[in-house]
Nanobody, 121 residues
Framework: QVQLVESGGGLVQAGGSLRLSCAASGRSFSTYIMGWFRQAPGKEREFVARMRWSPPMTYYLDSVKDRFTISRDNAKNTVYLHMDNLKPEDTAVYYC??????????????WGKGTLVTVSS
């Protein structure tokens, strides 16, 4: 069993930056693919980024590829999402996710409760 707790969301102006954190409890953190999804008001949840520790792999939603960076610290059981040059369309609840076979379309075994990011224009 893995529990995920997000933090770091908030209100930011367009062009600003935020860093989301996701603290994981449970065993075998390093074996999971860790990722972030988001859900904007009135829209379906969408994949944002995911990261595998070994062998190394990161994958991003095209619209965030040059602005967001996913990273992880296995010693701290924490995964991060650093977001730069935020845009109003990035406004959403961001969810941390863990899965053994996570893809852009699913494969999530565990979800966090989410943290709200609001980007004002």
């Amino acid at each position: 069993q893995v529990q995920l707790v997000e933090s770091g969301g908030g209100l930011v102006q367009a062009g600003g930056s935020l860093r989301l954190s996701c603290a994981a409890s449970g065993r075998s953190f390093s074996t999971y693919i860790m990722g972030w999804f988001r859900q904007a008001p009135g829209k379906e949840r969408e994949f944002v980024a995911r990261m595998r520790w070994s062998p190394p792999m990161t994958y991003y939603l095209d619209s965030v590829k040059d602005r967001f960076t996913i990273s992880r610290d296995n010693a701290k059981n924490t995964v991060y999402l650093h977001m730069d040059n935020l845009k109003p369309e990035d406004t959403a609840v961001y969810y941390c996710a863990a899965g053994s076979t996570m893809t852009s379309g699913g494969g999530v075994d565990y979800w966090g409760k989410g943290t709200l990011v609001t980007v004002s224009s």
